[in-house]
């Protein structure tokens, strides 16, 4: 799998160029090659996988939220984590991101589920998996991703620049432990709630994580992130 086969932001490319040449990537691009000549649909699209790393450059990052594995019905994955495209209704995790945002910093409840303009502010979108079978969640778990994905969070997290990394759920939550490398003398801020799916919302609402981040930029003084979809 060469990174020039992808739409990838050039200071992306220019990090991650090497992890194209491991063994790791070479067994996820056979697997992914098996899983299309199979006739199984996957999602995102092809040229949407890497779209987290064309909307949020390297240098640019502020925040990092952290999600499961693309969305698995048609029309929905778009390569970032937890948005869908304008025509397409938000999901019932992302609705219950936007009604903890409505009581943490007071936005007004968005009317769609695309989240482009955060990551346009820094807000790196990133999934644990970056493909999925159609109807199939989690189906390539276990494939590769988890390590590239893991080799990102490891990059970020010795950026000198502060960072904030949302990590929501049990998949979002091993990024810590699998590529945090020094958890306790980071200069990094760390959120961890439990997913926005409706089986363990209880456990995210009233994380007020976006308060969170905001204060955590304005004290490193860093411009903080509007969280008000249009």
């Known amino acids: 799998m060469d990174s020039k086969d992808f739409i990838m932001e050039k200071s992306w490319a220019r990090v991650l160029g090497e992890e194209f040449e491991k ?40 925040v990092v939220i952290v999600g ?3 969305y698995h019905g ?8 937890f948005s869908v495209p304008k025509e397409i ?46 109807s199939s969640p989690k189906s390539h ?8 994905t893991d080799r990102i969070i490891e990059i970020l997290s010795k950026n000198k620049k502060p960072i904030v990394f949302l990590l929501w759920g049990k998949s979002a939550k091993e990024k810590l432990f699998n590529a945090f490398t020094d958890r306790e003398n980071t200069h990094h801020l760390i959120l961890t709630a439990a997913h926005p799916s409706f089986y363990s919302v209880s456990g995210f609402w009233g994380c007020k994580h976006f308060s969170k981040t905001n204060e955590f930029l304005i004290n490193n003084n860093i411009k903080p ?3 008000q979809i249009a």
Not at 100 to 121: F, H, N, R, S, Y
Not at 141 to 148: I, M, Q, R, S, V
Request: aromatic share 12%; proline share 6%.
């Open 23 to 62: 063994e790791y990537m070479k067994s996820l691009q056979n697997f992914l090659i098996s899983e299309v000549e199979s006739n199984q649909i996957i999602y995102p699209p092809k040229d949407l996988i890497f779209n987290a790393f064309c909307k949020t450059p390297y240098d640019k990052v502020k």
């Open 141 to 148: 778990y276990g494939k590769g991703w988890e390590l590239f």
């Open 89 to 134: 209704k938000a999901p019932p995790s992302l609705k219950n991101i936007f009604q903890e945002q409505v009581k943490d910093v007071g936005i007004k409840a968005p009317i769609t589920g695309e989240l482009t303009a955060w990551a346009k502010q820094g807000v790196l979108l990133l999934n644990a998996t970056l493909t999925v079978r159609e």
């Open 74 to 81: 048609k029309g929905q994955a778009h390569g970032l984590s």
């Open 225 to 227: 992130i509007d969280w």
């Open 68 to 70: 499961q594995d693309p």
